[in-house]
């Protein structure tokens, strides 16, 4: 069954923004944390970016999007979202959504493709 359902990839040109959005199903329990990772053809995945569920929602960024993607989340909607803006050529991959729970079991969305290319 899905669990994770995400939205908002496509084709974007370079300098552009797109949204990303992942929503969790409530069968997921006890989450502690939701977050993006990204793969691009021959590469590794790479972690993106995570956010705590509780508290003030702690977020962490890999170095190579720091100020220009966002991520946050809705509780209320077990949601989480990825802004990302000014985009680059070498930010074209397949993004994929994550959530781990407390008992550091981890769920995977089935992804979703970013390309930015003029």
């Known amino acids: 069954q899905v669990q994770l359902v995400e939205s908002g990839g496509g084709l974007v040109q370079p300098g552009g923004s797109l949204r990303l959005s992942c929503a969790a199903s409530s069968r997921i329990l006890s989450i502690n944390s939701m977050g993006w990772s990204r793969q691009a053809p021959g590469k590794e995945r790479e972690l993106v970016a995570t956010i705590t569920r509780g508290g003030n929602g702690n977020t962490n960024y890999a170095d190579s999007v720091k100020g220009r993607f966002t991520i946050s989340r809705d509780n209320a909607k077990n949601t989480v979202y990825l802004q990302m803006n000014s985009l680059k050529p070498e930010d074209t991959a397949v993004y994929y959504c994550?959530?781990?729970?407390?008992?550091?079991?981890?769920?995977w969305g089935q992804g979703t493709q970013v390309t930015v290319s003029s």
């Open positions: 994550n959530v781990r729970t407390i008992y550091d079991m981890d769920f």
